[in-house]
């Protein structure tokens, strides 16, 4: 009896031992940088918001808010990380407006960098699809979005994690490059008349493999330009989509209008709401 005892006694501190020195799984998050820029490059304001992704019936969603002397802006991305599937989509939804200190003369521009580092792979061959839609612009003004994606490790040496989220010294996370960056996909809208062609607003590439857990990474690169000197209101109002997905290399691709038609779903009826709200931050 008591040699059983002893045994299971070793048993147990042993287990103990091996849970308490294994190293502890890094924490995965969504995060989101919001950076306001002058026509220099300096950095004149920035914002910054992280989450870990939980649920696991429907994607989930972080939200995020900017405001400085120039713009007032709101969002969410949405990623489908937590459901732990191998087709992966993050989708991000801006919408905003004009403060009254804005002088479209400075031409700043908007910068918001998303990242998840929760996907997971089985290490087969993918196509990354990116993707930019602007289905809102001041009717006096031009907006273009740029955007482009990229995949990277997580866990290489040296990552910065998505869990970082500093507002003093806020920096967008990274690490090894796995793949891309993708092109860039060019959306613009001057008042209510598209300009360029629908092929540029979709870019993809194709990868060999990835690794077990990786991370997506989009920049969205806002520009508003003025058609004529005063032309841009302060109920003015914006809105824009940039949207991230990863499918088998072998999977047929949806059309292209089909795409686009998706990722502006969530800003249709933007307009109001927006002007609404400029309204009343002024």
Known sequence: MVLRFTRRL???????????????????????????????????????????????VSPYTQSFTYSSDYFSLSGRAQ???????????????????????????????????????????????????????????????????????????????????????????????NGALVAGPTGIATDKLQGTTPIGVPEDRTTTLTTSGLPSTYAIQQEILVKITQNSPGSILQDDAFGGT???????????????????????LPLIGLRRALRKRAEAAA
Do not use: M, W
């Not at 804005?102 to 998840?116: E, G, N, P, R, Y």
């Open 10 to 56: 070793a048993v147990s501190l042993a287990v103990l031992a091996v849970t308490c020195l294994a190293p502890a799984r890094s924490k995965a998050d969504i995060q989101i940088l919001v950076e306001e820029y002058d026509a220099g490059g300096n950095r004149v304001g920035s914002s910054i918001v992280s989450s870990v992704p939980t649920g696991t």
């Open 79 to 173: 990623t489908n990380s937590n459901l732990d599937t191998l087709n992966s989509t993050l989708l991000t939804t801006f919408g905003g407006g004009f403060k009254a200190g804005f002088d479209a003369s400075q031409l700043h521009t908007l910068k918001i960098t998303v990242t998840d580092d929760l996907f997971t792979s089985n290490g087969a061959g993918v196509k990354l699809t990116n993707g930019a839609s602007v289905p809102l612009s001041p009717d006096g003004a031009t907006l273009q979005i740029d955007a482009f994606s990229k995949i990277y490790d997580p866990a290489s040496p040296g990552a910065i994690p998505a869990s970082t989220a500093d507002p003093a010294n806020p920096v967008p996370a």
């Open 242 to 264: 940039a949207q991230a997905r990863i499918t088998s290399a072998a999977a047929v691709p949806a059309p292209g209008g089909l795409v686009l038609a998706l990722i502006g």
